[in-house]
């Protein structure tokens, strides 16, 4: 089926979200004007832009009233998911990197680059106290003085995060004391992407490494591996299947000396058991950065290189071939 065609920006586009619902798309991209932006797309036929705020990256509140977004511009933002009015802002010395809500959608996460200077922090604030936010302190902040965070998510509960490093580890940091509880090492570069499974047992992580692995949430074990050809960017979770959505390809810097074919710009899909890859989909001009599917799981999308979010559909048979099997 042609999918839906949503081109809210003007350069590539670095993330895409959904909220808890599936009716609106959160997208983030790299628009000219400002370091990163990001765009909130309501979710229908039109793909119309509710508005636009210049921050990346992005996390929305489970009820979607908040939505809290991370920049290269030094902050932190908390904002109104209906007006698009800022409500609250932390500022950092580096670059935010990744941020996210906790379960209960009252504690926010962040962490900071390590640059100019600054080390990487993961900084926690509870909502519920107006003064963390006034004074710019948060209850907690723990450093990471090895490798920086690049992606990170919340744990079940809300009890930890999960965190990817740029050497290919992941942590696990408690968001009750100041520790580390856990580090594991099963890639062999960058983590680009985290993605918990839709009850947050499992999660899944995209690397440099041409891999994208599958991990139990609370103890880290590691479970299947999924095998590609070049750098996967991020990959997703069916909500209702045992199917995983890659999407990748080569570095964004060498796409313009080798053809869409050769460049690997498909979305890949596999199953989640057997590891075997059953799908592709193409359609994008360049890498695809960023996957996730519907909270329905009877549609994906992805955003790429070339600026545009693709909105797929599946079929019938595609329902009918995993009820089958």
Excluded at 29 to 58: C, M
Excluded at 84 to 90: I, N
Excluded at 166 to 189: C, D, P, Y
Excluded at 234 to 257: K, N, R, Y
């Amino acid at each position: 089926q042609k999918p839906i065609l949503l081109q809210g920006h003007e350069r590539s586009i670095t993330q895409i979200k959904y909220n808890r619902e599936g009716d609106l798309l959160f997208t983030v991209a790299k628009d000219p004007g400002h370091e990163r932006s990001i765009t909130q797309i309501k979710y229908n036929r039109e793909g119309d832009l509710l508005f636009t705020v210049a921050k990346d990256p992005v996390s929305a509140r489970r009820d979607t009233r908040h939505v809290l977004t991370g920049s290269a511009d030094n902050s932190c933002r908390l904002w109104d998911c209906e007006t698009g009015k800022q409500l609250a802002l932390v500022k950092t010395s580096s670059a935010v990197r990744t941020c996210g809500f906790d379960f209960g959608g009252n504690i926010i996460m962040f962490s900071t680059d390590k640059q100019m200077g600054y080390q990487c922090f993961v900084s926690f604030f509870d909502l519920r106290d107006p003064s963390q936010i006034e004074n710019n302190e948060p209850y907690m902040k723990i450093p990471c003085s090895d490798s920086k965070i690049t992606s990170a998510v919340w744990g079940p509960l809300g009890e930890f995060i999960i965190a990817g490093h740029e050497s290919g580890e992941l942590n696990q940091f408690s968001a009750k004391v100041r520790e580390q509880l856990s580090n594991i090492k099963e890639h062999t570069k960058q983590i680009n992407d985290i993605q918990t499974s839709r009850d947050m047992t499992m999660f899944i992580t995209a690397s440099k490494d041409n891999t994208a692995k599958l991990f139990d949430c609370t103890t880290l074990e590691h479970l299947k591996t999924f095998r590609t050809e070049r750098p996967v960017n991020s990959a997703a979770l069916s909500p209702i299947f045992d199917h995983v959505v890659l999407g990748g390809g080569q570095e964004a810097m060498d796409v313009t000396t080798t053809s869409t074919r050769i460049g690997k710009f498909e979305a890949r899909f596999f199953h989640l058991a057997f590891e075997e890859e059953f799908g592709r989909v193409k359609g994008h001009f360049g890498p695809i950065n960023s996957v996730a599917f519907h909270p329905d799981g009877k549609s994906y999308s992805s955003g790429g290189e070339d600026g545009y979010v693709r909105i797929h559909y599946f079929d019938p048979q595609y329902f009918e071939f995993e009820f089958e099997a």
